[in-house]
């Protein structure tokens, strides 16, 4: 479909440009910057600044690979060439991630090496502790936003209905509960937030858990909504 191949070339060019124009930006406003976040400045996470809005079009992608087949009808069809129900959801899963993460790999790869061609003297090397982990979590972080946005459509159904309640809820929603004191202990749990964690080298002290745990965190959300998509895909009429 020509709009899902659209919309990961998006993820791909937003988060790679954004990244390297605000790479550049902290570079030329480095010594502006405070001590504390002088010290605690992370080249690697920088380079990623542009994930914010890329991961949107990621999950566009996820909301397109499942929504197009009930807009046009065409689940009818699907469901009539393929009836074991289970079987034709793991099999559009494993197509669309497998995509997903080949263009997640590129994505991070790239918005990596362009922030750090950008960041002058203050640039890290693919050799220091950490970073190429960080690397390797930003596409699979990429990929696991496009598993949740596809599990979510399944208990959706409409498209609509989906850009609707996901799109709000990255884009503002999420950073609004990470960043009130009042509520950060809620939004530090959530998919994005917790999975980020995995692209940061220094430790703020910000997040109660590591890298990993980050990622583990986001996983458990993704396998939650797979497992709501196939159970609503399961009892539902087309």
Known sequence: MRSTRWTLAAAL?????????????????????SRADRLTFDPTLTSFAGTSLGQLAMIAFGILVVSNEYSTGMIRASLAAVPRR????????????????AVGMVTSFLAFFGGQAVLGGHRTTLAEPGVLRAVFGGGLYMTLIALFAMGMTWVLRSPMLSFGVLMPFFFLVSGILANVSATERIGHYLPDQAGQRIMSVVDTGDRPYGPWTGLGIMLLWVAAAVVAGWLVLRRRDA
């Open 86 to 101: 289970g079987l034709l959801l793991a099999c559009k899963l494993a197509v669309a991630t497998a995509l997903a993460l």
């Open 13 to 33: 060019l937003v988060t790679v440009v954004l990244g390297t124009l605000i790479s550049l930006l902290v570079r030329n406003t480095f010594d502006d910057l």
